[in-house]
């Protein structure tokens, strides 16, 4: 029984609310009850009930139409509905409406009460991990999520980067938010008011990156109609921020040394050359050193550019960090689409962790977008997750336990201790993923 629980009660016939009230009352529930909807949707805008219980069958407004009346205005909101006896198919037609259960005519106490814990019951197993990050929100940066060991040194060393204009260098797969940490070099540097400008150096075509970056002038070439400044001269006093610059053209990138090494552009059929105050951040998602190696980028623009660098670690390295993105990514997908979602079940949660992200944390960010877009629920489900489809593959962490005919208790240790490595230590957030306390663990690491 879960005590304190604020129910509200709706029936036509006030016998009926005085006689649910005062059973549910004694049974340890808060109930309250109502025989007009119109008055319950008005003290939805002000009360908070756990539950709604709501006949079907009233004069003026019917069960099913007060429901979704209520979810317009309170998406999350639990109903239970009484159904008339026999009308099994309307209960079923008011699961799919969005009812979180039924009851059918005549019913018992136990009947009804076993509805609402189930209700309950139903609601915090969808709920078993919800806000991990929301008490610490004001101690995340807005821009990146860190919890893990290794995203907080990074974040460490960038913000004392941002403090000098030295060049930056940032590395790692697609996806692990090299352009987030660019902004939050730049937004954490005596340059934060002035504009941070970017260009995908793979995206545009050779005959535009001159003109892109360095300007151009009026009747250059057939196509330059009028003067244009290049992303140097309008990223003045701010971050240009350059992204792929592995795929930078390599007639181009003598001209980028040079505009480097003295602040200075030309512009595409100018004469002069222009004064600039721009802190350069590069980054790519190859291997600098493979492309170096392959003649693809200049050994003079590889120093000057690697001056300081940061290797963003892959998601599947940032396990402790999950959590915290899940939650930070789902506030940014509610937000965006002007939903509602309570939080992600623990079976989704088991299932993102396993999930090994090759497009990292732009893929998390897609995965839980669309799941919010497409959702019926108002917690998102291990069936919303579109990759779900794509089993996780498992390494041989099991093949190699049964060729070494390890017992149940070596293979356990085995596990805790891999998931201590996965976590970088962090024996919270291994208590949380082994679903064991923290008292526990300890126990069985002492053993």
Known sequence: ??????????????????????????????????????????????????????????PGMRGLDLMAAIHERKPGQLVL???????????????????????????????????????FRDRQMRREIVRVATADRDFIPRELVAESQ?????????????????????????????????????EHSPRTNGPFLQINCAALP?????????????????????HRPGLFVEAEGGTLFLDEIAE?????????????????????????????????????????EKALQNGLIRQDLYYRLNVIRFEIPPLRERLPDLEYLVDHLLQNAQT?????????????????RAYSWPGNVR?????????????????ILLEDLAQATQIPVEDNFLGKAATQSMTLAELEIAYIRRILEITQGNKVQAAKILGIDRGRLYRKLED
């Open 206 to 226: 050779f005959t535009l990156v001159e003109s892109e970056l360095f300007g151009v002038r009026k009747g250059a070439y057939t196509d330059a109609r009028e």
């Open 248 to 288: 930078m053209p390599l007639a181009i990138q003598p001209k980028l040394l040079q505009a480097l090494e003295t602040g200075k552009v030309r512009p595409v059929g100018a004469g002069s050359e222009i004064a600039t105050d721009v802190r350069i951040i590069a980054a790519t998602n190859q291997s600098i």
């Open 336 to 352: 965006k689409l002007q939903r509602q979602i309570h939080g992600i079940s623990a079976e989704a949660m088991r299932w993102i």
């Open 150 to 186: 290794k995203m907080q040194k990074i974040l460490q060393l960038a913000d004392r980067a941002a403090r000098i204009d030295s060049p930056v260098l940032l590395t790692g797969e697609s996806g692990v938010g090299k352009g987030a940490l660019a902004r939050f070099i730049h």
């Open 81 to 119: 509905l009484i159904t008339a006896f026999g009308s099994i198919d309307l209960g079923v037609r008011s699961l799919q409406a969005g009812a979180c259960g039924f009851v059918t005519k005549p019913f018992s106490l136990n009947d009804l009460t076993s509805a609402i814990e189930r209700a």
């Open 1 to 58: 029984m879960q005590k304190n629980k604020q129910l509200l009660v709706i029936d036509d016939d006030v016998g009926v609310v005085e006689y649910l009230t005062e059973i549910l009352t004694v049974s340890g529930y808060s109930a309250s009850g109502e025989t007009d909807p119109q008055q319950v949707l008005q003290r939805l805008e002000t009360e908070h009930f756990d539950l709604v219980i709501s006949d079907v069958e009233m």
């Open 363 to 379: 893929e998390l960010a897609n995965m839980l977008e669309r799941a919010v877009a497409l959702t019926d629920h108002d917690t």
